[in-house]
């Protein structure tokens, strides 16, 4: 599939006004677009809150109409997330470490973040570049091509390595949710 930028664009509107359906959804979108835009000046909270019903409404009508589709697409979603659990790709640990990186130099340059948040990002953030580090210095010691996953998932402590990076990635996300959480009711009920 060898398209231009403008035939997509094309394939899309075609799309767009090629059913009732396809029009009247992009007619709510553009419509709820509008109000959200119109209501950033007045900041009503009802506005908002029919907003979100309406995008929940598009969703659960979604899951209502499509149900064996959506069934079949969360089992493939969950077997991807254990097949890179059991079967981590290389290119994905490095898009995670650049993220980490990311989050460094936010959580470096931050004035919100208290002193134990930092404490704790930079804990995460220590472990998860040794264990990238040993990674890559395992790898370039033992010759091992990167590209090649069979290779790769033969050695055991490169496996161990990139597995215990990503369940340390998921514990860090999980305490940030956790801390966000409870800075925001925090602010609530400090009101």
Known sequence: MNLSFLEKVGIVFKHIFSSYLSIE???????????????IK??????????????????????????????????????????????????VYFFIMLFVSIMLIYTLFSKKLTYVKKVINYA???LLFFFFMSFLS???VDGVDLINVTKLYQNDTILSLVQISNLLLVVWFI?????????????????
């Open 124 to 126: 995460f953030f220590s």
């Open 25 to 39: 959804m992009f007619i709510i979108s553009l419509l709820l677009f509008c109000i959200l835009v119109i209501n």
């Open 138 to 140: 395992l790898s370039a």
């Open 42 to 91: 007045k900041d009503n909270f009802l506005i908002q809150l029919i907003s979100i019903s309406i995008y929940m409404g598009f969703v659960i009508g979604i899951f209502v109409t499509y149900t064996s589709y959506v069934r079949t697409s969360i089992n493939s979603f969950v077997k991807g997330i254990m097949n890179y659990i059991y079967f981590p790709s290389t290119i």
């Open 175 to 191: 305490i940030t949710g956790f801390y966000h959480l409870y800075q925001f009711y925090k602010k609530k009920f400090d009101k």
